[in-house]
């Protein structure tokens, strides 16, 4: 029997994936499959998902083995009452990697104290030499898949480096910590802190003001997470008294961000346009058809969402 594949995201996301999902599923040996964007409900066997498609209501997907979703997020559709197929969440290489550049590289900017240098050009000699990697401490909340690949390249670059989850983890070459002790200890070395967790109930403005106290004044903060991890009116407050030196922050609750929000014309703020790590539809197509392939050779599935943690 041939499968029926839905893919339900976005028109310009499926002339991006038609082709490499069809490849992928080539490779795969997968050859008797219906990959559309218009399929009967109760004839679909997968969902290949994003969580801004026009599919909301589950309940007609009677025949749905699993909803496969095309990005990390799951917090858009974790919730969903109607969803009461097995729900996968998107980790694959391109986008890890790609997490790894730009966590790394805004690292190394604020350590190095770039923005003076490039925004400084006023014919003052400024003789300010950083301290060595090693002088240098990095915190990393989140030490999920991507967490733990940001914690190791910063390492393998010389950056001491915390890392704080929910569940203890024990990681060669990162001091990991957790628990709400364990989140007061991982803060008060933070010298940059980076903000890697899933958006939860229990995540919520996880950076606040108590938490923003704990950090070490000067410290900077970076958010290529998820935009509800932080009070935004309690970081503006820390960057308006000095406590807090510099924020760059990729993600926000509200996206884009409206151009009257104070962010964009704060001095000590940078935002970037939620580009610190993009699905690339080459390696994601691959991560989405294993599934598939293992869904049919009653195998476990990868990335499985647990409804309970919410990712």
């Not at 109607?82 to 729900?87: C, K, R």
């Not at 770039?114 to 240098?136: C, E, I, N, S």
Request: aromatic share 6%; charged share 20%.
């Amino acid at each position: 029997m041939s499968l029926n594949i839905l893919f339900a995201a976005s028109a310009e996301r499926w002339a991006d994936y038609e082709a490499p999902l069809r490849k992928s599923l080539h490779d795969a040996g997968i050859t008797e499959y219906i990959l559309s964007t218009d399929l009967p409900p109760d004839e679909v066997d997968y969902i290949v998902y994003a969580p801004n498609s026009d599919v909301q209501d589950f309940t007609p997907f009677t025949r749905a083995k699993a909803v496969l979703n095309l990005w990390a997020g799951v917090e858009g559709i974790v919730r969903n009452d109607t969803l009461t197929q097995p729900l996968t969440r998107m980790v694959d290489d391109g986008l890890e990697r790609g997490m790894v550049e730009w966590v790394t590289g805004h690292t190394l900017r604020h350590h190095l104290g770039t923005d003076t240098h490039v925004l400084g050009q006023d014919g003052t000699w400024r003789h300010d030499v950083p301290p060595l990697a090693k002088d240098r401490s990095v915190t990393i909340l989140g030490l999920g898949a991507l967490g733990q690949a940001c914690a190791e390249a910063l390492v393998h670059l010389g950056f001491p480096v915390t890392g704080w989850s929910r569940s203890q983890k024990s990681i060669d070459g990162i001091t990991c910590l957790s628990g709400d002790d364990g989140l007061a200890q991982a803060l008060s070395t933070a010298q940059i802190v980076v903000l890697l967790l899933p958006d939860t109930p229990q995540t919520e403005n996880v950076i606040d003001a108590e938490t923003l106290a704990q950090m070490p004044s000067g410290a900077v903060v970076i958010n290529p997470g998820r935009g509800p991890l932080i009070d935004d009116d309690a970081l503006l407050a820390a960057l308006d008294n000095g406590h807090i030196a510099h924020a760059t922050l990729d993600v926000f609750r509200t996206e884009p961000l409206p151009p009257e929000h104070p962010y964009w014309a704060h001095p000590k703020v940078t935002v970037t346009p939620h580009i610190a790590s993009e699905t690339r539809p080459d390696t994601a197509a691959q991560v989405i058809v294993e599934n598939i392939r293992r869904g049919e050779a009653g195998e476990p599935l990868l990335h499985l969402v647990d409804r309970d943690l919410g990712y």
